[in-house]
């Protein structure tokens, strides 16, 4: 490839959704992809063959999915339902229901249970095992400050990031109550939140182009660390446009992490030593949802207008699965001047 091309997007996959992309999750066990639709589908691709192998019909849109293995996966929704799907029998199980639309779904391995998010601001956890019907599934509602808009999991711990910028940190074993009760340090809505791999802290984006990183041990040398820093932005005529950062995805072995915003973006960041390592080149429109595989090796990107301006004209829905190098991922080490003589 000469340096004066930028690279493809990647490889777009076949039969994409028809209408925006809420969500791409890739599966922890295989290069399986599951996405999350407007246009009431839930769709299984196996990303490395580019073959669909699934889709389930919902009576709303879908806002979210998840896997449960490889061989079954959650989703949820505009029709207030929590489901699993079970894609080798192209079966459906109803776990139960929240009062408004189902934001967000989790599957904790940890727990082995699911967490679902509401607009009714409720967090409820289910227990997937137990026999369809919710008297027998339904472990708990745990009532939310405000709409729950994005929920991440670490461990036992879970992160819970709702309207009014409130960000609740709860330990899986004991939900009676929150761990912590934060107010997110960015000033505008949240849009996504994901925890560090490690499991020390959460890197939470929101609507005016910005990323705030986060640490739980609330001693004063842990909390000195944590900063916020602006993405996604660019300069025209002297004046600075800002985009919603809607997507974050940490790389699963180095724990850097991929931010993809309203402006087409997909930028790589190494969050401890405060450097920017890569930017993709454009895409046709919005990120609204991105996920590393397994390995790190792949990285799947919805190019999918996220309506930030109203209904208009724009490009079609797509999915692109790009092949990483590890320069775009891998942290630099620092280099220190040499020291006089």
């Known amino acids: ?16 959704p028809s209408d925006g992309i809420s969500n791409i999750r890739f599966s922890n066990h295989s290069d399986h992809l599951l996405v999350s639709s407007w246009d009431k589908s839930v769709r299984l691709y196996d ?8 889709e389930f019909m919902h009576g709303g849109p879908v806002l979210d999915c998840c896997f449960h ?18 894609f080798n029998y192209n079966k459906e199980d109803i776990l139960g229901k929240h009062d408004a639309p189902v934001r967000c779904v989790e599957y904790s391995y940890a727990a082995g249970q699911l967490i679902t998010g509401s607009w009714d601001k ?26 729950v808009y994005s929920l991440s ?3 036992n711990r879970l992160v819970v990031a709702t309207a009014g910028r409130h960000v609740n940190v709860y330990d899986l074993r004991n939900m009676s109550q929150p761990e912590q009760r934060r107010e997110s340090s960015l000033k505008y809505q949240t849009r ?17 182009g910005r990323v705030a990183m986060e640490f739980f041990d609330l001693s004063e040398a842990s909390q000195a660390k944590k ?24 790389h699963p072995i180095y724990g850097t992490f991929a931010t993809g915003g309203c402006d087409g973006f997909v930028n790589v960041w190494d969050g401890n030593n405060k450097k920017r ?18 390995d790190g090796r792949l990285l799947a990107v919805a190019s999918s207008y996220t309506f930030e301006e109203g209904d208009k004209p724009h490009e079609p829905d797509a999915i692109y699965v790009r092949s990483v190098n590890e320069v775009e991922v891998k942290p630099k080490p620092k280099v220190y001047p040499n020291p006089p003589a």
């Open 192 to 208: 996504c939140v994901r925890c560090y791999p490690n499991g020390t802290g959460y890197a939470l984006s929101s609507v005016e």
């Open 153 to 155: 999991l670490v461990g």
């Open 1 to 16: 490839m000469t340096s004066g091309t930028p690279p493809a997007p990647g490889r777009e996959l076949s039969n994409p």
């Open 69 to 86: 293995d490889d061989s079954s996966g959650f989703s949820a929704g505009g029709d207030n339902t929590v489901r699993r799907l079970v």
């Open 47 to 54: 990303a490395s063959a580019n073959v669909l192998r699934g």
């Open 122 to 147: 409720t967090l409820k956890c289910w227990d997937p095992r137990g026999a369809s019907g919710q008297e027998h599934t339904l472990v708990g509602t745990y009532p939310q400050p405000e709409r």
């Open 277 to 294: 390592l890569y930017q993709y080149s454009k895409y046709p429109t919005s990120i609204a949802a991105l996920s590393f595989s397994k």
């Open 227 to 250: 900063y916020a820093f602006k993405c996604h932005r660019k300069s025209e005529a002297g004046r600075d446009i800002v985009y919603p950062v809607n997507a974050i995805a940490f």
